[in-house]
């Protein structure tokens, strides 16, 4: 159960996009449009951003998108703001009936 | 207001048990799966176990697997995790999830407890 792979760290100016990837395999992301992301800052418990791969919960902001091809899943923040500096992990469904994280990205806003 | 909360993390020796509860409140609790997560100081999240509505089904992370048990008592509108054999590196807080109405997004989520594993 190796975790998903995500960059360590991406970082933009305010008012840019920026996408963060996660990869895995075809038992896992490729397998199952079951990706979630998620959202946490520092000392605070996780949120969900994204679910079943591009599915918004209510109250989340539309700047907020999530996409999949193949192997890999994408989480896109557009419009850059400063609270959106925090990390983000994803998360996927796997052919075992367990889930699997990626080991987290930390987005910077410059 | 749909939430959930920890409780149970301490201090424990190698070898030692603990068991963890996850009290709910504001849903229906017997409809929703129910999860743990949890996520060592400065280190990403884990999937530790997930259990269906009624009990009936658990899954384990093998990292855990004969080691922990997840449960859950619908009247009581609370989920447990009984952790034995605990190791240092089971040391992180962890974290209750609600499993999503026909997805399986996370959410809401607690504020965790806290346990560590050391003599």
């Known amino acids: 159960q190796s975790a998903l792979t995500q960059p360590a760290s991406v970082s933009g100016s305010p008012g840019q996009s920026i996408t963060i990837s996660c990869t895995g395999t075809?038992?896992?992301?490729?397998?199952?449009?079951?990706v979630s992301w998620y959202q946490q800052h520092p000392g605070s418990a996780p949120k969900l951003m994204i679910y079943d791969v591009s599915n918004r919960p209510s109250g989340v902001s539309n700047r907020f998108s999530g996409s999949k091809s193949g192997n890999t899943a994408s989480l896109t923040v557009s419009g850059l703001q400063a609270e959106d500096e925090a990390n983000y992990y994803c998360?996927?469904?796997?052919?075992?009936?367990?889930?699997?994280f990626g080991g987290g990205t930390r987005l910077t806003v410059l | 207001e749909v939430q959930v909360v920890e409780s149970g993390g301490g201090l424990v020796q190698p070898g030692g048990s603990l068991r963890l509860s996850c009290a709910a409140s504001g849903f229906t609790f017997s409809s929703y799966w129910m999860y743990w997560v949890r996520q060592a100081p400065g280190k990403g999240l884990v999937w530790v176990s997930r259990i269906k509505t009624d009990g009936s089904y658990t899954r384990y992370a093998d990292s855990v697997k004969g080691r922990f048990t997840i449960s859950r008592d619908n009247a009581k509108n609370t989920l447990y995790l009984q952790m034995n054999s605990l190791r240092a590196e089971d040391t992180a807080m962890y974290y209750c999830?609600?499993?999503?109405?026909?997805?399986?997004?996370?959410?809401?989520w607690g504020q965790g407890t806290l346990v560590t594993v050391s003599s």
């Open positions: 999830a609600r499993g999503g109405a026909g997805n399986t997004g996370l959410d809401p």
């Open positions: 998360s996927s469904y796997t052919s075992s009936s367990t889930f699997l």
């Open positions: 075809s038992s896992d992301v490729g397998g199952h449009n079951l």
